[in-house]
Nanobody, 122 residues
Framework: QVQLVESGGGLVQAGGSLRLSCAAS????????MGWFRQAPGKEREFVAA????????YYADSVKGRYTISRDNAKNTVYLQMNSLKPEDTAVYYC???????????????WGQGTQVTVSS
């Protein structure tokens, strides 16, 4: 069992930056690939980024490539999402999730956090 808690969301102006954190409980964190997803009002949950269990492989949605960076610290049981050059269309609730093998498909993830709101003003 893995419990995930996101933090770091907030209100930021367009062009600004935020860093999201996702803290995991349990001693098996390093066995899981981790992903970040987001969901805007009235829209489906969409893939943002994922990272392999070792951190050696990362994957990004085209919409965030070059602006977002996913990373992890297995010693701290934490995964991060550094978001730069934020745009109003990045506004959403951001979720972290855990899965055995990194994937962009939400329903393949086993564990989810409660989400953190990111709002980008124009």
């Amino acid at each position: 069992q893995v419990q995930l808690v996101e933090s770091g969301g907030g209100l930021v102006q367009a062009g600004g930056s935020l860093r999201l954190s996702c803290a995991a409980s349990g001693r098996t964190f390093s066995r899981y690939a981790m992903g970040w997803f987001r969901q805007a009002p009235g829209k489906e949950r969409e893939f943002v980024a994922a990272i392999s269990w070792s951190g050696g492989s990362t994957y990004y949605a085209d919409s965030v490539k070059g602006r977002y960076t996913i990373s992890r610290d297995n010693a701290k049981n934490t995964v991060y999402l550094q978001m730069n050059s934020l745009k109003p269309e990045d506004t959403a609730v951001y979720y972290c999730a855990a899965v055995a093998v990194a994937t962009m498909i939400p329903y393949e993830y086993d564990y989810w956090g409660q989400g953190t709101q990111v709002t980008v003003s124009s």
